[in-house]
């Protein structure tokens, strides 16, 4: 398979420029409640934020149907689970476009208030652009939970959705495709291995003891830039009492920040961060398989897996396309596809780790010392210690703009250093 | 009887049927059973409503009042720290959407969703603000909201906020026909075990009957002894009528057979007596012994007639005894035309007068002598015409009643020494005192030996006779007499005649005292009795 030729024309490092990101990113909280009358002329030019990679893959034999698909997966880690789909449904072609998941988000609102002005006119054929997706992938459970709650998203019911585990799906309208545990990445040569923090608490000693190797060197999402580092930070200070303490610590060490994770691991692999905080696990597993020396710890007082969830938005122009694909992405063939390839832990194995406490292996082909254990030997079993951000009410309450704001005030006052 | 009869009851068919008990009872109670169903589900439906309701609207209340305390008014400026909590509360129902808003006291929204219905019923005013909860459709479905105020202080734009929470239904509808699933299960559950253990009860209560049925199917035609199989008390009764009826039945048949027999018995003397006589006859060749034969053939041959007569009568009896027609009949009517069947006319004629008495203390009038149709008042003495033509008026049937006066009179006539004195037939109207009843007393007086007082409650059986009776009775004629007056609910009294001047005579009197009853149309269609069709062999 020649993945090379698959890859998006832009490098890791996000080719948007900041001035435009910054305006996607300062829109979020009119995106929170992007129902609102008062945000919804705000949202509409979202829709023109940051151009996305789009391929084209297809279909094997006769054309006879398309399918749209946003994602916030890169398209190169996706691609060959559309070509096995493509195996047992060839007449079937994809246009795979990788988005931001803030831009996925604000597109749908746009669309969705689109269609309503176009069926008020008596005209929803013209209201809907034909680029609309007819399923979105995104790594934020928050706004596609936010999408299906404000009854933008259609239903999906099936032998296959039925089977699903609760948590791995709210209404049968937002479906986790998979989970990521959210780690910590080092660089053994700047953090020897004997002083590797195995919990938060280990951590924040290790940023206070004098002269310690993570001064200057810890970097991390920035929240108030980057859906998905908001989501942890919030989850963080959900789980944890002394997230504050952590950040203010952090903040004291100088901790440098970031709006994507990819330019975050480069400078790790490079040597300028000995430590970056609150990872997906997938990003630094696909360099350490792609041969880069890095290593990854698993917070043993808890650790956050986030998942990437999909939905049918009820403006797709094909909704009844998208489905036998979300089935085949749920299918036990689909979720090895997407295990191997993606990284994500397959989503049942993720549900049931968070409800009972279980071991999970770190997917890929890093080999036995990846196995995940969140909890250490001494800890009972059943005692979880995986926290499942799957779709759901709860996570509704970070998006609403007057505590997201609160929250981001509170927790740029906690990382600013103090001179 | 051909013994393949006992096994074929005569034409079962013909029994006239009512709905079978079984289907009646178990049709009505299972009407009932469905009705109390169909009343229990809505009664279940209603109440798995209120319950679900009652506890997600619980819900909703503490979402809203989590999300009320988090609301602060700082140097002017509205602050909400959106509990975690609010919302995650609501998840407890996994599949509903969930929405809310704060709004401040002027009217603007503070977060939230910006386009959510107001209660229907406006919002109360400030003073009587207390949390609401209502259901409004919003975005394409039925939403459950509740309102809960909360008065926030904090200088300037201080005053009233409200916090609205809304939810869909899925969860407490789902609840609720859980509720109402699970409460008819087990109404239908218990109605249904109810109606079996009911039809069990049924079965049980009416197997009885089927063994009943069986016990007397089985039986020979003759075998009328009691039922022996238990049958439970509800049955006890009809068991016991049955049992009784077959026991009356039992001795009908007995006393039949003895009749018969009694009957061939008391017939082939007269007859043999007769053929002897005859022969004898025959055989002399004397005129005069011939003759005297002949006498005796014919004394034989009217001793034959008579017991002919009472065994028809009594036969007559019987039958109309099980008929029973009863009509309204004046007995002075039915003795008059006894009379006329019984005194003979040849001489020397007998005596037999007939007296009316209207009231015990009233002077007795002589209606007739030996025999009249028609009064002949001109015949009597005109101070002792009654008022008015007298008659006697009883419910009964006139056959019978007339063949046991007819009995009486000739039994008095054949035993009671005409010759000696008149036979007086006297009927007067005597009251119980007791049950206030009216009823008639018809008495035959003559003038014979009378019967001593330890045979005289053996003169009614039949073939029966008296000590002092007069050669030639069969002995049935007075069983004739009680049994007509039984049928009646009369009864009969036997004793010595009143000695007429005192002492003298010693005669024997039967009085029969039968129930008076005043028919209640007297009009010319009443017809009292109709003159009876002479039976027997004239």
């Given at each position: 398979?020649?993945?090379?030729?698959?890859?998006?024309?832009?490098?890791l490092?996000?080719?948007?420029?900041?001035?435009?990101?910054?305006?996607?990113?300062?829109?979020?909280?009119?995106?929170?409640?992007?129902?609102?009358?008062?945000?919804?002329?705000?949202?509409?030019?979202?829709?023109?934020?940051?151009?996305?990679?789009?391929?084209?893959?297809?279909?094997?034999?006769?054309?006879?149907?398309?399918?749209?698909?946003?994602?916030s997966t890169d398209?190169v880690l996706f691609?060959?689970?559309?070509?096995?789909?493509?195996?047992?449904?060839?007449?079937?072609?994809?246009?795979?476009?990788?988005?931001?998941s803030?831009?996925?988000?604000?597109?749908?609102?746009?669309?969705?208030?689109?269609?309503?002005?176009?069926?008020?006119?008596?005209?929803?054929?013209?209201?809907?652009?034909?680029?609309?997706?007819?399923?979105?992938?995104s790594s934020s459970p928050?706004?596609?939970?936010?999408?299906?709650?404000?009854?933008?998203?259609?239903?999906?019911?099936?032998?296959?959705?039925?089977?699903?585990?609760?948590?791995?799906?709210?209404?049968?309208?937002?479906?986790t495709l998979g989970a990521d545990a959210v780690v910590m990445a080092y660089n053994p040569?700047?953090l020897?291995v004997?002083?590797v923090p195995r919990t938060r608490?280990?951590l924040?000693?290790?940023?206070?003891?004098?002269?310690?190797?993570?001064?200057?060197?810890i970097g991390m999402y920035?929240?108030?830039?980057s859906?998905l580092g908001?989501l942890l930070a919030?989850q963080d200070?959900?789980f944890?009492?002394?997230?504050?303490?952590?950040?203010?610590?952090?903040?004291?060490?100088?901790?440098?920040?970031g709006?994507h994770i990819e330019p975050l691991l480069d400078r790790l692999e490079?040597?300028?961060l000995a430590l970056v905080y609150n990872v997906p696990a997938s990003y630094p597993l696909a360099r350490m398989d792609a041969g880069a020396s890095l290593r990854v710890v698993v917070p043993e007082d808890y650790t956050l897996l986030t998942t990437r969830v999909?939905?049918?938005?009820?403006?797709?122009?094909?909704?009844?396309?998208?489905?036998?694909?979300?089935?085949?992405?749920?299918?036990?063939?689909?979720q090895a596809v997407l295990a191997r390839d993606t990284r994500l832990l397959p989503v049942?194995q993720a549900v049931a780790a968070a409800?009972?406490g279980r071991a999970l292996a770190l997917p890929g082909r890093v080999g036995a010392a990846s196995a995940l254990s969140a909890a250490s030997?001494?800890?009972?079993?059943?005692?979880s210690a995986w926290r499942l951000l799957s779709?759901?009410?709860?996570?509704?309450?970070?998006?609403?703009?007057?505590?997201?704001?609160?929250?981001?005030?509170?927790?740029?006052?906690?990382?600013?250093?103090?001179? | 009887?051909?013994?393949?009869?006992?096994?074929?009851?005569?034409?079962?068919?013909?029994?006239?049927?009512?709905?079978?008990?079984?289907?009646?009872?178990?049709?009505?109670?299972?009407?009932?059973?469905?009705?109390?169903?169909?009343?229990?589900?809505?009664?279940?439906?209603?109440?798995?409503?209120?319950?679900?309701?009652?506890?997600?609207?619980?819900?909703?209340?503490?979402?809203?009042?989590?999300?009320?305390?988090?609301?602060?008014?700082?140097?002017?400026?509205?602050?909400?720290?959106?509990?975690?909590?609010?919302?995650?509360?609501?998840?407890?129902?996994?599949?509903?959407?969930?929405?809310?808003?704060?709004?401040?006291?002027?009217?603007?929204?503070?977060?939230?969703?910006?386009?959510?219905?107001?209660?229907?019923?406006?919002?109360?005013?400030?003073?009587?603000?207390?949390?609401?909860?209502?259901?409004?459709?919003?975005?394409?479905?039925?939403?459950?909201?509740?309102?809960?105020?909360?008065?926030?202080?904090?200088?300037?734009?201080?005053?009233?906020?409200?916090?609205?929470?809304?939810?869909?239904?899925?969860?407490?509808?789902?609840?609720?026909?859980?509720?109402?699933?699970?409460?008819?299960?087990?109404?239908?559950?218990?109605?249904?075990?109810?109606?079996?253990?009911?039809?069990?009860?049924?079965?049980?209560?009416?197997?009885?009957?089927?063994?009943?049925?069986?016990?007397?199917?089985?039986?020979?035609?003759?075998?009328?002894?009691?039922?022996?199989?238990?049958?439970?008390?509800?049955?006890?009764?009809?068991?016991?009528?049955?049992?009784?009826?077959?026991?009356?039945?039992?001795?009908?048949?007995?006393?039949?057979?003895?009749?018969?027999?009694?009957?061939?018995?008391?017939?082939?003397?007269?007859?043999?007596?007769?053929?002897?006589?005859?022969?004898?006859?025959?055989?002399?060749?004397?005129?005069?012994?011939?003759?005297?034969?002949?006498?005796?053939?014919?004394?034989?041959?009217?001793?034959?007639?008579?017991?002919?007569?009472?065994?028809?009568?009594?036969?007559?009896?019987?039958?109309?005894?099980?008929?029973?027609?009863?009509?309204?009949?004046?007995?002075?009517?039915?003795?008059?035309?006894?009379?006329?069947?019984?005194?003979?006319?040849?001489?020397?004629?007998?005596?037999?007068?007939?007296?009316?008495?209207?009231?015990?203390?009233?002077?007795?009038?002589?209606?007739?002598?030996?025999?009249?149709?028609?009064?002949?008042?001109?015949?009597?003495?005109?101070?002792?015409?009654?008022?008015?033509?007298?008659?006697?008026?009883?419910?009964?049937?006139?056959?019978?009643?007339?063949?046991?006066?007819?009995?009486?009179?000739?039994?008095?006539?054949?035993?009671?020494?005409?010759?000696?004195?008149?036979?007086?037939?006297?009927?007067?109207?005597?009251?119980?005192?007791?049950?206030?009843?009216?009823?008639?007393?018809?008495?035959?007086?003559?003038?014979?030996?009378?019967?001593?007082?330890?045979?005289?409650?053996?003169?009614?059986?039949?073939?029966?006779?008296?000590?002092?009776?007069?050669?030639?009775?069969?002995?049935?004629?007075?069983?004739?007499?009680?049994?007509?007056?039984?049928?009646?609910?009369?009864?009969?009294?036997?004793?010595?005649?009143?000695?007429?001047?005192?002492?003298?005579?010693?005669?024997?009197?039967?009085?029969?005292?039968?129930?008076?009853?005043?028919?209640?149309?007297?009009?010319?269609?009443?017809?009292?009795?109709?003159?009876?069709?002479?039976?027997?062999?004239?």
């Amino acid at each position: 398979m020649n993945k090379i030729d698959l890859r998006p024309q832009r490098s890791l490092e996000s080719t948007a420029p900041a001035a435009s990101r910054r305006r996607t990113l300062a829109l979020l909280g009119g995106v929170a409640l992007a129902a609102s009358p008062w945000c919804r002329s705000v949202t509409a030019e979202a829709s023109m934020a940051a151009p996305a990679s789009v391929t084209r893959f297809a279909a094997p034999e006769r054309e006879e149907a398309v399918l749209r698909i946003d994602s916030s997966t890169d398209t190169v880690l996706f691609a060959p689970a559309i070509r096995d789909f493509q195996r047992l449904h060839p007449s079937v072609t994809v246009w795979y476009a990788d988005r931001q998941s803030l831009d996925m988000h604000a597109r749908a609102l746009a669309f969705a208030a689109a269609a309503r002005s176009g069926s008020a006119l008596g005209r929803p054929e013209i209201a809907v652009p034909e680029d609309a997706p007819d399923l979105i992938i995104s790594s934020s459970p928050d706004l596609q939970t936010q999408l299906a709650n404000d009854g933008l998203a259609w239903g999906h019911q099936s032998p296959q959705t039925r089977e699903l585990p609760e948590g791995a799906h709210w209404r049968r309208e937002v479906f986790t495709l998979g989970a990521d545990a959210v780690v910590m990445a080092y660089n053994p040569r700047l953090l020897p291995v004997a002083q590797v923090p195995r919990t938060r608490g280990q951590l924040l000693a290790l940023l206070r003891q004098p002269g310690s190797p993570l001064q200057g060197r810890i970097g991390m999402y920035d929240a108030t830039r980057s859906g998905l580092g908001y989501l942890l930070a919030t989850q963080d200070s959900r789980f944890d009492s002394t997230a504050s303490v952590l950040l203010a610590a952090m903040g004291e060490a100088g901790v440098r920040l970031g709006d994507h994770i990819e330019p975050l691991l480069d400078r790790l692999e490079k040597g300028e961060l000995a430590l970056v905080y609150n990872v997906p696990a997938s990003y630094p597993l696909a360099r350490m398989d792609a041969g880069a020396s890095l290593r990854v710890v698993v917070p043993e007082d808890y650790t956050l897996l986030t998942t990437r969830v999909a939905l049918i938005p009820t403006t797709a122009p094909h909704p009844e396309k998208a489905r036998p694909f979300l089935d085949y992405l749920l299918s036990p063939q689909g979720q090895a596809v997407l295990a191997r390839d993606t990284r994500l832990l397959p989503v049942r194995q993720a549900v049931a780790a968070a409800r009972d406490g279980r071991a999970l292996a770190l997917p890929g082909r890093v080999g036995a010392a990846s196995a995940l254990s969140a909890a250490s030997a001494e800890v009972a079993p059943g005692s979880s210690a995986w926290r499942l951000l799957s779709p759901g009410l709860g996570l509704l309450a970070y998006l609403d703009p007057l505590k997201r704001q609160r929250f981001l005030q509170a927790w740029a006052t906690s990382v600013q250093p103090r001179k | 009887m051909h013994p393949a009869d006992s096994s074929s009851p005569a034409s079962p068919s013909l029994v006239r049927t009512l709905p079978a008990v079984r289907h009646t009872l178990l049709r009505a109670i299972y009407a009932l059973f469905v009705l109390a169903t169909v009343v229990l589900f809505f009664a279940a439906r209603s109440y798995g409503q209120r319950a679900a309701d009652g506890s997600y609207d619980h819900l909703l209340q503490a979402s809203a009042l989590s999300m009320a305390d988090s609301v602060a008014l700082v140097q002017g400026q509205w602050q909400v720290d959106l509990p975690y909590a609010a919302l995650d509360v609501l998840a407890m129902a996994p599949e509903d959407r969930a929405f809310y808003r704060i709004v401040g006291p002027d009217g603007r929204t503070i977060t939230g969703y910006d386009d959510l219905p107001a209660p229907p019923a406006g919002l109360p005013s400030d003073a009587a603000a207390k949390p609401l909860f209502f259901d409004q459709g919003y975005r394409g479905q039925l939403v459950r909201f509740a309102m809960v105020p909360r008065y926030i202080a904090g200088g300037a734009g201080a005053g009233l906020v409200w916090v609205q929470v809304g939810q869909t239904r899925l969860a407490r509808d789902a609840l609720a026909a859980d509720i109402v699933l699970r409460a008819t299960a087990a109404i239908v559950a218990l109605m249904a075990g109810v109606f079996c253990l009911l039809w069990l009860g049924v079965q049980r209560a009416l197997r009885p009957l089927a063994l009943l049925e069986q016990e007397l199917l089985a039986r020979p035609a003759s075998a009328l002894h009691p039922v022996t199989s238990p049958v439970p008390q509800e049955l006890a009764q009809t068991v016991r009528a049955l049992n009784g009826f077959m026991q009356r039945l039992s001795v009908n048949l007995d006393a039949l057979r003895t009749f018969i027999a009694e009957a061939a018995h008391q017939m082939r003397t007269p007859l043999a007596a007769l053929i002897a006589q005859a022969q004898e006859g025959l055989d002399d060749d004397d005129p005069a012994a011939q003759r005297q034969s002949l006498q005796a053939v014919e004394r034989n041959a009217l001793r034959l007639r008579r017991l002919l007569n009472q065994l028809l009568s009594d036969a007559s009896v019987t039958h109309q005894d099980q008929l029973q027609r009863f009509a309204p009949v004046d007995l002075l009517v039915l003795l008059q035309e006894a009379l006329h069947d019984v005194v003979p006319r040849a001489e020397p004629r007998p005596v037999v007068r007939l007296w009316w008495q209207p009231h015990v203390d009233a002077e007795r009038f002589l209606l007739s002598k030996n025999e009249l149709l028609a009064i002949d008042y001109q015949a009597l003495e005109p101070e002792k015409i009654p008022d008015e033509s007298p008659a006697a008026w009883m419910m009964g049937d006139a056959l019978m009643l007339r063949e046991a006066f007819k009995n009486l009179v000739d039994n008095a006539l054949k035993h009671g020494r005409p010759e000696q004195g008149p036979v007086d037939v006297t009927v007067s109207a005597e009251l119980d005192a007791a049950t206030g009843l009216a009823h008639w007393c018809v008495a035959v007086d003559d003038c014979g030996p009378g019967v001593p007082d330890a045979e005289q409650a053996r003169m009614f059986e039949r073939f029966a006779r008296g000590a002092g009776a007069a050669p030639g009775g069969a002995g049935l004629g007075l069983a004739i007499v009680q049994r007509v007056v039984l049928g009646h609910g009369g009864t009969l009294q036997a004793g010595h005649r009143k000695s007429e001047p005192a002492g003298t005579v010693v005669g024997w009197r039967v009085c029969m005292r039968l129930h008076a009853q005043v028919p209640q149309e007297t009009g010319a269609g009443a017809e009292p009795a109709s003159p009876s069709v002479r039976r027997g062999i004239a």
